[in-house]
């Protein structure tokens, strides 16, 4: 199993106060920042693109920035959320013409490629990917808002991934995201994630180290 990996969402932060935020959440503890990228199309919401990437890199921030696009078509932002910092970008297979092609693209321009795959999408999905992966993210809501409950049935699915990435002793992350809190971030551990992406459960906090340790002990 890889290092337990926190990834604060960024969709719950203050935009109003954005470098700061972040910079609080990385002194706080955070291992990530992960970027939700909506475009009112393939989701129904619209939130922020790669100007915010460059800006927050400009700003100082080192960690890796884990880019989850939620839009359609996805090539020309894999380019341009290359340019500006990103580390990981990971995508939904069905937003892409082809998705081998969009996998290597993201690797072509230095970054890690990730899909996604929806509660309701099948780990079948993944079938002759897999193994050019770096990380699958599996969502545990439908993506579009934050707030959202954990679905319980994903926790199935991890540990039907976990196997799979085992069984072919792959360096393939697993990542989680939707719901988690302290509440449930251990028993998505059990189940085999090992980096999980929490929003309002770490930014609706007062003190972002104090939640972020508990996570992290959570995990351990």
């Not at 990385?26 to 909506?38: K, L, T």
């Amino acid at each position: 199993m890889q290092e337990k990996i926190i990834a604060p969402s960024i969709l719950s932060a203050d935009f109003a106060n954005l470098g700061e935020e972040v910079t609080t959440v990385v002194n706080g503890g955070a291992n990530w920042i992960h970027f939700d990228v909506m475009d009112n199309h393939f989701v129904p919401n619209l939130t922020i693109g790669p100007m915010v990437c460059k800006a927050l890199r400009d700003y100082g921030v080192e960690v890796p920035i884990d880019v989850h696009l939620m839009a359609q078509p996805v090539d020309r932002l894999i380019k341009e959320f290359a340019e500006a910092g990103a580390t990981y970008i990971s995508f939904h297979p069905e937003a892409s013409d082809d998705v081998g092609a969009s996998i290597e693209s993201i690797r072509s321009f230095g970054c890690k490629p990730a899909l996604v795959l929806n509660p309701d999408v099948n780990l079948d999905r993944l079938e002759g990917y897999l193994k050019n992966l770096d990380m699958v993210l599996l969502m545990s809501v439908f993506p579009g808002f934050a707030g959202q409950e954990f679905i319980p049935a994903v926790i199935e699915k991890i540990k039907e991934l976990r196997q799979m990435i085992d069984g072919l002793d792959l360096d393939v992350r697993l990542e989680i995201d939707g719901g988690i809190k302290l509440e449930n971030i251990s028993e998505v551990s059990l189940a085999g994630a090992d980096t999980f992406v929490a929003g309002s459960a770490i930014f609706g906090e007062k003190s972002y180290k104090e939640v972020i340790s508990k996570m992290q002990k959570c995990i351990e």
